[in-house]
């Protein structure tokens, strides 16, 4: 009896102290989400006045047919699987060597971490600095090694402009890999190696057979973090490129971007923001199940 | 143990690995901070000057800042809204980290993924339904616009780190306590407030840095020039001409602009690496 109204005092405080929290990320969070879903049923743009008129799917088959869609698909597509194989690689090899002793290792890791803490549209515009195809660095430094002879126009050209976004965004997301993969390195008992060296095994065997292994948890959850930002990276495409050259680089965060600002095609715009929602949550999904036979297999394992 | 020493080949491999670490994390910010003190002639010389002579260097940059735009605007407006978005964070996310820490309540690990889930989610997946929420109810140009989704959006990461940094407090503290009579809520200000302060300024750090950057829903909430935030302020810097792009000033409101994180950096390293290892790994 006692025992039981002391639960239920718990329960409540409980709740007491969740709910603010609670209501805030619904209003922030489920809110737009639902919203979008049910916005992207209904025409609301210039052609009903702004008015909403129920549309049934018809936002839905648009899109099928919408080639400028699948063009910001594809971009996103490339700009976040190249961005997130070159994040993981770097981020991998900086976080081996943060993890070495070495004098002055405080100072290292600290200027490893400040590209992540800085703000990516500030950054965006140091990158478009850099590229700047009259008086950028790069063209500068590639002009005195004589690799090139006249300046590239990095951000004018489809490719290149491509190119110059992954490049500064690996630059600014790296060290937020390298972090977690550091910590992930740092939890790896140091017996393990030695043992693992007496029984003849080289660093590179070591490398694969213990550290990869055992930091595969560090591995997914960055990617998978890296992977949600990427897909919808914002702020440094529309500071360095606003998607050109003729739509080379816009990413699908800025096709909704300009489907509900510039265009005012907010029904549209919902079934966009569902689409991609949707793409984010099937690939959370499988990585999360990913997860869990990882950790299935390596609990046998031990 | 194995040798300390190792061969001068792998120490000077070392070596050389630390020096591009440094390199590729500082390059792109050095540079900037070179263009942001040289004279236009400087910063328009082809081959590029690379350090700027004593008759190369100026101020003006910096000063053009304040006297054409409201710099000074621009960053108080960042710094007010990071920081009140912050305070609100943690006061609405450490009771509930508590709670989802220490109290069983029905459905608490559905929640947990839930949050877990949320932090994956990119900010233009909200704007949308926010921006009908602004309008409808008139908050275009108010500072609430951005302070109430810095606040949510900081929410998960707050609960995550601070659950964990509850978990790992001894019971036994809550226990005698609950002896003592004091209530759930008395505890938590008496007792574990202060004993939770530095994972606060940990949390608060890494909550301050995401409201400074947040750029879409300044972009889209707020057009006044004058309540402008840094990160939307100096992306717009270069769009008032199309002819004639001011590099250098472009260049000194970035070095002012991310002069406040650095110096975070700089201070709470070890923090913030603590902070965000314990809100996305033990998550």
Known sequence: MKQDTLRAREQRTGWLLVIPALLLLLLVYAYPILRAFGLSLFSQNLGTQLQPEFAGLANYSRMIADGRFWQSIGNTAIFTFSALILELVLGMGIALVLNQTFRGKGLVRTIAILPWALPTAIMALAWTWIFNDQYGILNDILLRLGWIETGINWLGNPTLAMVATIVADVWKTTSFVSILLLAGLQSIPQDLYEAHAIEGATPWQSFRQITLPLIMPQITIAALFRFAQSFGIFDLIQVMTEGGPAGATEMVSLYIYATVRRYLDFGYGAALVVVTFLILIVVVALAAYLIAKLRRSTGVET | ?283
Request: with cysteine; glycine share 6%; aromatic share 10%.
């Open chain 2, 1 to 283: 143990m194995m040798t300390q020493r190792k061969f001068s080949v792998a120490s000077l491999l070392l070596g050389l690995a630390i020096v591009l670490v440094v390199l590729f994390s500082l390059g792109p910010i050095i540079w900037q901070f070179l263009t942001s003190i040289k004279t236009n002639d400087a910063i328009a010389a082809i081959p590029n000057v690379y350090f700027p002579n004593p008759n190369q260097l100026t101020l003006n940059h910096y000063t053009e800042l304040f006297a054409r735009r409201p710099f000074f605007n621009y960053m108080l407006n960042s710094f007010l809204v990071s920081i009140l978005s912050t305070i609100l964070c943690l006061g609405l996310g450490s009771p509930a980290a508590y709670a989802l820490a220490r109290l069983r309540i029905p459905g608490e690990r559905i929640l947990l993924a839930l949050i877990l889930l949320i932090t994956l989610f990119p900010y233009i997946l909200l704007f949308l339904g926010l921006l009908e929420i602004v309008k409808a109810l008139g908050l275009g140009n108010n500072f609430l616009a951005l302070i109430v989704p810095y606040t949510a959006i900081n929410l998960p990461l707050t609960i995550l780190v601070m659950r964990s940094f509850f978990q790992q407090l001894p019971r036994d503290l809550e226990d005698s306590a609950r002896i003592e009579g004091y209530g759930t809520l008395k505890m938590l200000v008496e007792i574990l407030l202060p004993l939770t302060l530095p994972a606060l300024v940990t949390t608060g750090i890494l909550t301050f840095i995401f409201a400074w950057n947040e750029f879409i829903f300044a972009l889209t909430f707020i057009t006044v020039e004058n309540m402008k935030t840094i990160p939307v302020a100096a992306a717009q810097l270069g769009g008032s001409s199309v002819f004639e792009i001011p590099y250098g000033t472009i260049a000194a409101a970035t070095v002012l602009g991310t002069l406040p994180l650095v110096l975070l950096v700089l201070f709470f390293q070890k923090k913030i690496v603590q902070g965000l290892t314990s809100g996305a790994v033990k998550g």
